[in-house]
């Protein structure tokens, strides 16, 4: 046999690598349309659950996967359906293949089965039983798609505008949205309206066919006064929680979107639930923002008789330190160049206290300094290095004993 010369083997390769060619590029122009995976945003909140007053948010009305959270809606329809009289706790739900074919987290439940409807609400706040989640779906709707515009319908009653179901378990889907503020709201509403079923979200564990599971909200073991409500997690999501606590006369909601991880987000989960103990244990009045009151500008130090004062898990105070991001001649902008600042530097800032400084200048105008106090000097300069990363001015800040007790009125 002859060898073939290199010409006539380049001659005849060259469709062929044209077409791998073409093949290859097709690609990478459909990589480069194909929309990007949606980051995890960062949100979390603080309710007054008495009042339903926000005490402290970060991006309340950001738009994000609520993950599992969804579940809170599908046990608000499951309640709703047993005070109506439609169901009852030892009715049985039929399982479909469909339901059987749900991914983890599930109680791994065959087709044919049944389960409980009591089982069915201990499956979901402890397992966050996606295969359960279906079957009430199916039950109550025929289906997720009618009982996801059920619960979505319902949402809107309750003052939840920007959120919108897609299914019933959280599984990731593009347009099944909520906020930290809704999610906050949908707490509120099971606690007030349903508050004869809200003990099952205490629930730390629960055994069906012989398998225990354990709840994943391990703060209902670990923040004192906690009873519920639930976590959730998809990679577009990172680790959501909406948790409340009760202490004394107060009970508190706290929510997180975006956490690092499960250690990350109890941690915050911890702080922000701190925070609003020691908001409500204060004699004063919290000054309110501007734009409508619904977030606190400044959470100054606990008094020696609130709750928080009593707390073993109470931090000690901060050192004296914090950043100034500007200063502008009304107090609004100041205010929302500080709550900028945080959302994009929460990692050192989210557990800082907003203050909004006037200062009068020698000609008579008085500027306004939008400030972060009551963080470390580490998170001080960490942070403003990130926001200047992020073309924001910044300025590290020491402050004096008697600048931070002016700071906070």
């Not at 948010?57 to 996967?65: F, G, K, P, W």
Request: hydrophobic residues 40%.
């Amino acid at each position: 046999m002859k060898a073939v010369s290199g010409d006539r083997q380049r001659r005849a390769l060259g469709p062929f690598l044209a077409r791998c060619l073409g093949v290859i590029a097709i690609a990478v122009c459909v990589a480069a349309l194909a929309p990007a995976p949606a980051a995890a945003k960062y949100a979390t909140l603080v309710m007054d659950a008495e009042s339903g007053r926000v005490l402290y948010s970060v991006n309340a009305d950001t738009r994000n996967y609520p993950a599992s959270l969804t579940k809170m809606m599908t046990l608000y329809m499951v309640f709703r359906a047993l005070d109506e009289g439609r169901w009852s706790l030892d009715e049985h739900l039929p399982i479909s293949a469909r339901a059987a074919r749900q991914p983890a987290s599930k109680l791994g439940l065959a087709r044919g089965r049944t389960v409980s409807v009591r089982d069915a609400i201990y499956a979901l706040v402890t397992k966050s039983a996606n295969d359960v989640a279906t079957a009430i779906a199916e039950a109550m709707a025929g289906g997720d798609r009618n009982f996801a515009r059920m619960m979505t319908a319902e949402a809107r009653k309750l003052g939840m505008s920007r959120t919108t179901f897609r299914n019933s378990s959280g599984l990731p889907h593009s347009r099944q949205m909520s906020t930290a503020r809704d999610m906050a709201t949908l707490a509120r509403a099971l606690l007030t309206r349903y508050p004869h079923y809200y003990h099952y979200f205490a629930t730390r564990h629960f055994t069906f066919d012989g398998v225990t599971h354990k709840n994943h909200n391990d703060l209902l073991s670990t923040y004192d006064g906690t009873d519920g409500l639930k976590t959730g997690y998809i990679r577009a999501s990172g680790f959501n929680l909406v948790a409340s606590a009760k202490r004394g006369d107060y009970r508190i909601i706290g929510v997180v979107f975006g956490g690092r991880s499960p250690r990350a987000r109890n941690r915050h989960m911890v702080r922000i639930l701190d925070k609003g103990f020691r908001l409500l244990g204060e004699t004063g009045t919290a000054r309110a923002d501007a734009q409508g009151g619904k977030d606190v500008e400044r959470l100054a130090t606990a008094p020696a008789t609130s709750p928080a004062a009593n707390n073993p898990r109470r931090k000690t105070p901060r050192p004296g330190w914090g950043v100034q991001v500007g200063a502008y001649f009304t107090h609004a902008p100041a205010y929302a160049a500080a709550r900028k600042a945080v959302a994009r530097a929460p990692g050192y800032l989210e557990d800082g206290t907003i203050a909004v400084v006037p200062l009068k200048r020698k000609k008579g105008r008085t500027v306004f300094r939008a400030r972060i106090l009551d963080i470390t000097k580490k998170e001080a300069y960490r942070a403003c290095r990130v926001l200047k990363r992020r073309k924001m001015h910044c300025m590290e800040l020491r402050m004096r004993p008697t600048q931070v007790a002016a700071a906070r009125g």
